[in-house]
C-alpha cells in the first residue's frame, strides 16, 4: 500500500477533480473508486463523496493499493531507450503501439516490452499501468517518461500536474499557416461523441503555442506545437479548430482529409511526433532535456511534400 500526501494550496471543487489535476496518471474513475472505499482522507477524515468540496490548506492523504501480480507478459519489443538510472527511464515510442493495455489488448503495449527491459517499475499507476507517468495516443510517436519507484512517480507526477514539464510536439498539418500563433481554447468531452473531444466552453483550460517551421503551398505546414496544459488530444483538437487538422487524423480531420492531394491523404496515421521533453529529475533535481528525431514515416511524407512544393521557411 503506498500513501500519496496532497496540500490543496487555493479553495478547490470536487476533491475527485482535484485528485484527476494532481495525479493525472490515475483515472478519475480509479479515484472515485478510491474515495467511496474509504481510501482518501482530507484532515485525517475519511471521504465517501467524490464531490466533496476542498478548502484551502486540506490535507489530503490517498491510500493506492499495491499492485496485485502481473499477468501481462514481458515482450522483446523494439522500444529505444535515451535514458535508464534507478529512478526513471525516457524512452522513444514508436506509432502504432499503444501506451498500456486497455479495451481486450493485452500484447504488443509499451507495457509489455518495458516489463521486458526493467526490472524494477513504479506500481502507482496500477497493474496494467506499472511506471505510466503520462500517455501518448497510439499513433503518436515520441518521448514518454517511465517511474521506476513510486517516490519517482509521485514526484514526476506533480511536475506534470504544475505545468514544469516543458514537452515539444511537431505535426504536419492541412493547409499554410502565415505565422506563429497561440490557441487558447477550453477542451472538454464531446457531448455527442464521447470518445472525441472538442472546443467547449464547459471544458478545461487548454493553451497550445505553434511555431511554423515550413510551409508546403498549398498543402502543408510543419508546425512546432507547445502545450501549456495536458488535455486528452489538445493538439489535435486545437489544430482542428484552428482549420489545420493534423495529417492523417481520423477522428478530427477526416472531410479536409478526402479532399487531400495523395500524399496527405494515404498517410496512415496522424502526423504528430513528441519530439523533446525537459523536467526535473525527481532526485538529484537536475534539469534534464532529451530529444528524439522525426520518424522516417514523417521525413517519407516531407520528401513528397517537398516534390511536390518547394518547402517556405
Not at 503501439?97 to 507495457?111: D, K, R, Y
Amino acid at each position: 500500500m503506498d500513501s500519496v500526501r496532497l496540500v490543496a494550496e487555493a479553495p478547490e471543487g470536487r476533491l475527485d477533480r482535484f485528485l484527476a489535476l494532481r495525479l493525472p496518471h490515475l483515472s478519475r474513475e480509479f479515484l472515485q473508486k478510491l474515495i467511496r472505499g474509504g481510501r482518501v482522507r482530507v484532515d485525517g477524515v475519511p471521504q465517501a463523496k467524490p464531490s466533496r468540496p476542498l478548502k484551502a490548506g486540506s490535507v489530503v492523504e490517498v491510500e493506492v493499493p499495491a499492485p496485485i501480480p502481473m499477468e501481462l507478459l514481458p515482450e522483446d519489443l523494439p522500444v529505444p531507450v535515451l535514458f535508464e538510472d534507478d529512478d526513471l527511464a525516457v524512452v522513444d515510442k514508436p506509432a502504432g503501439m499503444s501506451v498500456h493495455p486497455g479495451a481486450g489488448i493485452t500484447t504488443g503495449t509499451l507495457v509489455n516490452a518495458l516489463l521486458h527491459r526493467m526490472r524494477d517499475l513504479s506500481g502507482i499507476g496500477g497493474v496494467e499501468r506499472p511506471g505510466i507517468v503520462h500517455r501518448l495516443d497510439k499513433e503518436t510517436s515520441g518521448l514518454i517518461v517511465i517511474a521506476k519507484n513510486d517516490a519517482a512517480h509521485q514526484a514526476l507526477s506533480e511536475q506534470f500536474a504544475t505545468r514544469r514539464v516543458r514537452k515539444i510536439y511537431f505535426a504536419i498539418a492541412h493547409g499554410i499557416a502565415k505565422q506563429d500563433f497561440t490557441a487558447d481554447m477550453p477542451v472538454g468531452r464531446d457531448a455527442r461523441h464521447r470518445k472525441r473531444m472538442t472546443v467547449t466552453p464547459a471544458g478545461r483550460v487548454a493553451v497550445t503555442d505553434f511555431i511554423v517551421e515550413h510551409n508546403w503551398p498549398p498543402h502543408a505546414c510543419l508546425l512546432q506545437c507547445r502545450p501549456l496544459t495536458g488535455r486528452t488530444h489538445q493538439i489535435r483538437v486545437h489544430l482542428a479548430a484552428q482549420g489545420h487538422p493534423i495529417v492523417g487524423d481520423k477522428t478530427y480531420g477526416g472531410a479536409v482529409r478526402r479532399k487531400a492531394v495523395e500524399a496527405l491523404r494515404d498517410f496512415p496515421r496522424h502526423a504528430l511526433h513528441a519530439g523533446e521533453i525537459r523536467f526535473r529529475h525527481p532526485g538529484s533535481g537536475k534539469e534534464l532535456r532529451f530529444a528524439s528525431p522525426l520518424p522516417k514515416d514523417m521525413e517519407g511524407l516531407m520528401a513528397a511534400l517537398d516534390a511536390l512544393s518547394p518547402a517556405l521557411v
